[in-house]
T-cell receptor
């Protein structure tokens, strides 16, 4: 089974609107971390936001927030007030257990912000 | 702090050759991971090094190897290159001092095999 599933290959959003990128995960480990990365066309993966499995509140970083629904095993990224520079690939990732285990990445969602 | 650096940024090789890619992690980071990214297969984990030891390994043939030096810098080597090895190779580092710490990526090396 896939550890990380991103079901939206491509998404479009109007500039200044909010957009939600979906991510579901599969693990039986009670301790895990969830991460979102942005990859512009230049190729570099940029860390956006992190959510720990034991965190009580949803993580937020500026315009990025993570809608963490533990029972549903989902960790959706919400981008508020989209900007043209947000156009990129977005990857959801998970790391299980304590540090030392590998990261698992989803297949990514291509976001295009329309002026 | 300087970010993760990778050299070279671009590389063109022919089938059968070998290639060595280099990664310098963020200062103080002890864990270095390598990934291969292709349009068809997406992002695939190659291996992870921690304190000069390979800690995790992905499902790649033995032609792909790596090592880490005492200063945490890492190299990966691909021998007997195949056309399918054309990809973006990404390196990521983390301090690895606490649970679930994030990885920070370098700009990648784009390898083209002709």
């Amino acid at each position: 089974a896939q550890k990380i599933t991103q079901t939206q290959p491509g998404m479009f959003v109007q500039e200044k609107e909010a957009v939600t990128l979906d991510c579901t995960y599969d693990t039986s480990d009670p301790s895990y971390g969830l991460f979102w990365y942005k990859q512009p066309s230049s190729g570099e993966m940029i860390f956006l936001i992190y959510q720990g499995s034991y965190d009580q509140q949803n993580a937020t970083e500026g315009r990025y927030s993570l809608n963490f629904q533990k029972a549903r095993k989902s960790a959706n990224l919400v981008i508020s007030a989209s900007q043209l520079g947000d156009s990129a690939m977005y990857f959801c990732a998970m790391r299980e257990g304590p540090s030392g285990n590998q990261f698992y990445f989803g297949t990514g969602t291509s976001l295009t912000v329309i002026p | 702090k300087a970010g993760v650096t990778q050299t070279p940024r671009y590389l063109i090789k022919t089938r059968g050759q070998q290639v060595t890619l280099s990664c310098s992690p963020i200062s103080g980071h002890r864990s270095v991971s390598w990934y291969q990214q292709t349009p068809g297969q997406g992002l695939q984990f190659l291996f992870e090094y921690f304190s000069e030891t390979q800690r995790n390994k992905g499902n790649f043939p033995g032609r792909f190897s790596g090592r880490q030096f005492s200063n945490s810098r890492s190299e990966m080597n691909v021998s007997t290159l195949e056309l399918g090895d054309s990809a973006l190779y990404l390196c990521a580092s983390s301090q690895d001092r606490r649970r679930q710490e994030t990885q920070y990526f370098g700009p990648g090396t784009r390898l083209l095999v002709l």
